[in-house]
């Protein structure tokens, strides 16, 4: 794991003297609080989403120390505003360790038992692959030939477009004509090859690998399908980091009431290899903050019949990992989960959208969206369905598992999603102040009243 520097160190007490000032109602606040309406405030939103998409968290890169300063931020919040330690949990973070594999060495191809110069693997399976070769050069994906290794000289669309056919036809091995698009891939990744990266204690899903070759090699190549190929991989290695989940959970007066689940995740890209810092403000800095702020909500007044948890997910960038981590380590049963609301981007406005309006991925998958709706969530369904947003987020882990879980969002296409320009003075502090705001009362009616979402017919998705 990374030292923290000094220089985050200082930040992190700059930022929790200023959340304390401008995040924790004062007491006459708290008061009247018992009789008016709760009222989130635009300089608490303002003073967390500065500190968790700031310069000096470095975009909170999943599994990093940078990600771990985001969760022990989010654990002082929910310390601050009273809440407790979840069910069987000594503090208020969840650390669980990630394995990712590394390559010691460049991988060796061979056509025919002869070298094949200039290979560029972009995404590996962590193993070395052999079989006969076939060949592909249509234009629609779903015509890929069922083979181990498949060579792919010419194609019109996106290259990356071919990943989901070729899982589906199981190969093991793509070759792509190299191209502007994968050579900037590449880079991306600090011209490394994307290996698996897993939970502690789990097997890698076995994945397909991706890789280049220049044009004029693989089309000479390309004439000779059948012929046997093997990608050799040198020593594969395993680094090890921790990825921290920040729970806080708030105990309900009736213990057969069931617990609600809030969520959002606390990571982003951090630093790419070229040095760009991705401060991810609008993902997902700003869902943590309507974690945070709907705790301090709750935190306020009278107990709720129902008990609550709130959590930071740590590693969703990589693969879900926290959120993934809590439904296989969860304090409170599963089965005792009534419904959970993620957040996620929720610092910019969809002009699909009415005025001031949030969508809800799967709003149609269960009566939840409407309900919260009825009761003045400015919520609506998303207008992206062929986006699957419903299944790309943290809620989907839950959701597999019966629990009716949805995500939230603002504007799930906006133009600084995974973009430097993902940053504080692109947030709208306005809708997001709002947006908040119109969660209070009906997250308020959820957890005092009786009401239990429910899926609709066929919306469950399936294990």
Same mark, same amino acid.
């Given at each position: 794991?990374?030292?923290?520097?000094?220089?985050?160190?200082?930040?992190?007490?700059?930022?929790?003297?200023?959340?304390?000032?401008?995040?924790?109602?004062?007491?006459?606040?708290?008061?009247?609080?018992?009789?008016?309406?709760?009222?989130?405030?635009?300089?608490?939103?303002?003073?967390?989403?500065?500190?968790?998409?700031?310069?000096?968290?470095?975009?909170?890169?999943?599994?990093?120390?940078?990600?771990?300063?985001?969760?022990?931020?989010?654990?002082?919040?929910?310390?601050?505003? $009273?809440?407790?330690?979840?069910?069987?949990?000594? $503090?208020?973070?969840?650390?669980?360790?990630?394995?990712?594999?590394?390559?010691?060495?460049?991988?060796?191809?061979?056509?025919?038992?002869?070298?094949?110069?200039?290979?560029?693997?972009?995404?590996?399976? $962590?193993?070395?692959?052999?079989?006969?070769?076939?060949?592909?050069?249509?234009?629609?994906?779903?015509?890929?030939? *069922?083979?181990?290794?498949?060579?792919?000289?010419?194609?019109?669309?996106?290259?990356? *477009?071919?990943?989901?056919?070729?899982?589906?036809?199981?190969?093991?091995?793509?070759?792509?004509?190299?191209?502007?698009?994968?050579?900037?891939?590449?880079?991306?990744?600090?011209?490394?090859?994307?290996?698996?990266?897993?939970?502690?204690?789990?097997?890698?899903?076995?994945?397909?690998?991706?890789?280049?070759?220049?044009?004029?090699?693989?089309?000479?190549?390309?004439?000779?399908?059948?012929? +046997?190929?093997?990608?050799?991989?040198?020593?594969?290695?395993?680094?090890?980091?921790?990825?921290?989940?920040?729970?806080?959970?708030?105990?309900?007066?009736?213990?057969?009431?069931?617990?609600?689940?809030?969520?959002?995740?606390?990571?982003?890209?951090?630093?790419?290899?070229?040095?760009?810092?991705?401060?991810?403000?609008?993902? +997902?800095?700003?869902?943590?903050?309507?974690?945070?702020?709907? *705790?301090?909500?709750?935190?306020?007044?009278?107990?709720?019949?129902?008990?609550?948890?709130?959590?930071?997910?740590?590693?969703?960038?990589?693969?879900?990992?926290?959120?993934?981590?809590?439904?296989?380590?969860?304090?409170?049963?599963?089965? +005792?989960? !009534?419904?959970?609301?993620?957040?996620?981007?929720?610092?910019?406005?969809?002009?699909?959208?009415?005025?001031?309006?949030?969508?809800?991925?799967?709003?149609?998958?269960?009566?939840?969206?409407?309900?919260?709706?009825?009761?003045?969530?400015?919520?609506?369904?998303?207008?992206?369905?062929?986006?699957?947003?419903?299944?790309?987020?943290?809620?989907?882990?839950?959701?597999?598992?019966?629990?009716?879980?949805?995500?939230?969002?603002?504007?799930?296409?906006?133009?600084?999603?995974?973009?430097?320009?993902?940053?504080?003075?692109?947030?709208?502090?306005?809708?997001?102040?709002?947006?908040?705001?119109?969660?209070?009362?009906? !997250?308020?009616?959820?957890?005092?009243?009786?009401?239990?979402?429910?899926?609709?017919?066929?919306?469950?998705?399936?294990?």
């Amino acid at each position: 794991m990374r030292q923290i520097s000094t220089l985050a160190i200082r930040a992190a007490t700059t930022a929790l003297a200023l959340a304390a000032m401008v995040g924790q109602p004062c007491a006459l606040e708290a008061k009247r609080s018992k009789s008016a309406a709760y009222k989130v405030r635009v300089e608490s939103v303002m003073a967390h989403e500065k500190f968790l998409a700031g310069d000096e968290l470095r975009g909170r890169g999943s599994a990093t120390g940078d990600e771990a300063i985001a969760a022990a931020y989010v654990a002082s919040q929910f310390a601050q505003f $009273g809440l407790k330690h979840a069910p069987g949990m000594t $503090g208020y973070l969840q650390p669980a360790k990630v394995i990712r594999l590394k390559l010691k060495g460049d991988p060796i191809l061979t056509a025919a038992g002869a070298p094949v110069a200039k290979l560029s693997l972009i995404v590996g399976s $962590g193993e070395s692959i052999s079989g006969k070769t076939a060949v592909f050069v249509g234009e629609k994906p779903a015509d890929m030939p *069922a083979a181990d290794i498949v060579l792919v000289p010419t194609f019109k669309g996106p290259p990356f *477009a071919l990943f989901g056919a070729a899982r589906a036809k199981k190969v093991k091995l793509l070759i792509l004509a190299e191209s502007a698009m994968t050579k900037g891939q590449l880079a991306s990744q600090g011209n490394a090859p994307r290996l698996p990266v897993f939970l502690e204690g789990e097997t890698p899903a076995a994945g397909i690998s991706v890789a280049t070759l220049p044009a004029e090699t693989l089309t000479a190549l390309a004439t000779k399908p059948g012929a +046997d190929m093997k990608l050799t991989l040198p020593d594969v290695v395993r680094e090890e980091s921790i990825t921290t989940n920040a729970i806080g959970y708030i105990q309900g007066s009736d213990p057969k009431a069931g617990t609600l689940l809030f969520s959002a995740h606390l990571d982003h890209l951090g630093v790419l290899p070229n040095g760009t810092v991705m401060h991810g403000a609008n993902d +997902d800095a700003s869902g943590t903050v309507a974690v945070l702020e709907i *705790a301090k909500a709750m935190a306020t007044g009278r107990r709720p019949r129902r008990s609550l948890l709130f959590i930071a997910y740590g590693s969703e960038e990589i693969g879900l990992f926290g959120s993934t981590y809590f439904g296989k380590h969860p304090p409170v049963p599963l089965s +005792d989960i !009534v419904a959970n609301l993620e957040f996620e981007m929720i610092g910019a406005q969809d002009p699909k959208l009415p005025k001031g309006v949030m969508m809800m991925t799967g709003y149609e998958r269960s009566d939840f969206g409407a309900a919260m709706k009825a009761h003045g969530a400015l919520v609506t369904a998303d207008p992206y369905p062929e986006q699957n947003f419903f299944q790309r987020s943290d809620n989907y882990a839950l959701a597999r598992q019966g629990i009716v879980a949805h995500t939230v969002s603002g504007w799930a296409l906006v133009p600084t999603y995974h973009q430097p320009t993902d940053t504080v003075e692109n947030i709208d502090f306005t809708f997001m102040t709002n947006a908040i705001q119109s969660l209070i009362a009906p !997250v308020k009616w959820l957890a005092y009243g009786n009401f239990t979402p429910q899926w609709t017919k066929d919306g469950k998705p399936k294990p």
